[in-house]
């Protein structure tokens, strides 16, 4: 009796000892690092910590500082608000960075790291962007929004005193105006400004219409700053053009220094102010176009490319501190890394791990910055959110571990890499596997097939809040890199033949063929979901075949004809995907239209997408579901309250409801099989 009992207890606090799986609640637990920041003298780095409020459903981030000697870290600016974008000083003894409390103007800061003091440096009606100090420090530049005029039309009467009205009605005649991020557009453009690093009235450098200025660039001498923007007006008709404007800081006219079809952007000068660097292409008006990275002389003449052999994308260009190359960072086969560009445009891989900035799908990506010898990064895996890691001669450490506490108390799904070959054409297709943590070899499991957006765009070996709670619930998820993904050479990106619709349908049944033959999916338990493009690749695959026992459809396009006069980016959608104006030939719009294909649909679905979402605006999802149901389809439509295309899970709460609602939908139509 008394082994029994003992066997008993040590079974019963084996089970409690064990790690368990991820669980929605966790959501609100998990922290994440952005915006790393190499102080000047390489031996500190600040960066942004994201860390869940589960009191206010969001994630709070606050500002922290690593000691490279010691690894120590402390925070710089935390407690109530938001605190983020820190930029350190020329000589590295001041930092400055946003901040804002609850129901605030986000306002430009300054501490004094010596002495610990905080200031704000001027009171601004509207939230400070693309901070950069001057070179002798004594000036930050930053990009706010100007309002403007609002156009009218007509006019209400006038309004009693302490009358209770309707908000009035709005006019517009702009081509964009809403925008997925900021909902309605208000009158206003953004502007550069400079003001007194110690505090003053900010002076307004641009008055110009036009769109962000992007990132921003001093010259050595302070005398001007660069930027990459389309400063014409009806700029929104033509967003895909910038081009690099140097503006005085004194006053003055401005000078552009690029001109041609394409954009240019995120310049960056070298040490010695004869180069500038800069991000681009030659428009072909294609659905896929890599940047590439250019220099050219500081005047704007002699521009040349130099990663024309090296087929990936590049962006974020800091020259190294000797002026003899150039750091960058680049998607290469779904990993992010930083590399280095000689002048000769020889590339050479600084580090690589770079994690996304994303947490509920295992999204490419990355961020770094760099100072000395010194690169810092967003570093992360399959089982780690974005942590900062630096790299010295060679050498990648990694600093932080934020989620260590959390993660080692669960037992996540394993990430794996799965050999496929489309049957299309015999190409590789990049694709991993997540098992649950209880899978045994040789065992067939339900499967889902999740499908990333864009599509220009891709998955890597990455942390996945969606893809582990999928796992915990007993799920193999197999997740490719498609036909049009990015980061695999521009050939593989670029849609060859917009005529013929779902080209990449072959390369998603390869990757479901490859888990079925792999021994990991049940073929009689096959599911299938994505976001965005994913949730319209989903639609077509439904449209195609009855393999699939239920699906998810989450934000996607479902009818070019009504979507393309109907989104966000009205002015490149039509001509960067089909070509042509759409009732110039509406046939190709309908052909490549998910909804063409709902008479075929037998498979049940759920159709997910933000109420603000004007990306791919809620009546695409409404026509689908509506067609479903008049069909007789088991069908179910989920509205994300409040939530926008980009932000479909950035409250923990709802990202946490929205998986469980999938993972629900699909338990009510797995089997069980023997």
Do not use: C
Request: hydrophobic content about 40%; charged content about 20%.
């Amino acid at each position: 009796m008394h082994l029994k009992l003992s066997l008993a207890l040590a079974a019963l606090l084996a089970a409690t000892a064990a790690p368990a799986q991820l669980q929605p609640k966790d959501l609100f637990s998990l922290q994440v690092a952005s915006d790393p920041q190499v102080r000047p003298d390489g031996k500190a780095v600040a960066y942004v910590r994201a860390t869940g409020d589960v009191m206010n459903d969001r994630m709070n981030r606050s500002i922290w500082m690593i000691d490279l000697a010691s690894g120590a870290q402390a925070p710089i600016a935390a407690g109530p608000g938001q605190h983020a974008s820190p930029r350190w000083s020329p000589d590295g003894k001041r930092l400055a960075y946003v901040s804002y409390a609850e129901g605030e103007k986000p306002q430009l800061w300054v501490r004094w790291m010596d002495s610990g003091t905080v200031a704000r440096v001027a009171t601004l009606p509207e939230a400070p962007r693309s901070l950069r100090w001057s070179p002798d420090g004594r000036s930050i530049a930053f990009a706010m929004f100007v309002p403007g005029e609002a156009p009218r039309l007509g006019k209400a009467p006038d309004k009693p005193e302490g009358a209770k009205w309707a908000d009035p009605v709005r006019y517009t005649d702009q081509l964009v105006y809403r925008t997925d991020s900021e909902g309605l557009l208000r009158a206003g453009d953004v502007q550069l400004f400079i003001v007194s690093a110690s505090g003053g009235a900010p002076r307004q450098l641009t008055r110009d219409k036009g769109g962000d200025p992007g990132p921003l660039a001093f010259t050595p001498d302070g005398r001007a700053i660069l930027i990459g923007a389309n400063r014409k007006p009806g700029a929104d008709r033509d967003p895909v053009e910038s081009e690099i404007i140097r503006i005085p800081v004194d006053g003055g006219d401005a000078t552009r220094l690029t001109n041609r079809d394409g954009p240019d952007s995120e310049p960056a000068v070298s040490p010695d102010g004869r180069l500038i660097a800069y991000t681009g292409f030659d428009d072909r008006k294609r659905n896929s176009q890599d940047m590439r990275l250019y220099v050219m002389n500081a005047d704007g003449s002699n521009p040349r490319l130099l990663t024309g052999g090296f087929d990936r994308p590049i962006s974020r260009p800091m020259w190294s501190p000797d002026g003899r190359s150039i750091l960058a960072l680049t998607i290469d086969r779904g990993e992010g890394k930083v590399v280095r560009v000689g002048l000769d445009g020889k590339v050479t891989t600084l580090a690589g791990g770079l994690a996304g900035g994303s947490l509920d799908r295992p999204y490419s990506g990355g961020d770094y910055h760099a100072a000395g010898n010194v690169v810092a990064f967003v570093a992360g895996d399959e089982h780690r959110p974005g942590d900062i890691a630096v790299s010295r001669r060679g050498r990648t450490t990694r600093l932080t571990d934020l989620n260590a506490d959390l993660l080692a108390a669960r037992k996540l799904g394993e990430v794996r890499k799965l050999a496929v070959t489309s049957s299309r054409d015999g190409a590789p297709i990049d694709t991993w596997v997540v098992l649950p943590s209880d899978y045994r070899p040789g065992e067939k499991r339900p499967t889902i097939l999740e499908i990333h957006g864009g599509p220009a765009s891709s998955y890597g070996a990455n942390f996945g809040t969606d893809m582990q709670l999928y796992a915990a619930a007993g799920y193999v998820v197999v997740y490719p890199n498609a036909r049009l993904s990015t980061s695999y050479g521009e050939a593989f990106s670029i849609n060859p033949d917009p005529t013929q619709p779902f080209a990449d349908y072959a390369d998603f049944m390869s990757a479901v063929d490859a888990a079925v033959a792999a021994g990991y999916a049940d073929p009689a338990n096959l599911f299938v979901t994505g976001g965005s493009y994913g949730g319209y690749a989903a639609a077509a695959i439904i449209g195609k075949t009855d393999r699939f026992r239920a699906a998810a459809l989450q934000k996607p396009v479902i009818n070019w004809v009504s979507k393309i006069l109907n989104t966000d980016i009205i002015a490149a959608q039509y001509e960067y995907t089909y070509g042509k104006q759409p009732w110039d030939n509406p046939e190709i719009l309908w052909r490549n239209s998910p909804l063409s294909l709902v008479g075929n649909v037998k498979t049940p679905t759920l159709v997910v997408v933000g109420e603000r979402d004007y990306r791919t605006p809620i009546s695409e999802s409404e026509q689908y579901y509506g067609a479903l149901q008049l069909r007789g389809i088991p069908s179910g439509l989920m509205v994300v309250p409040g939530a926008n295309h980009g932000g479909l899970t950035a409250r923990p709460s709802q990202s946490a409801a929205k998986a469980s609602a999938i993972i629900a939908w699909f338990d009510r139509y797995r089997t069980v099989t023997k």
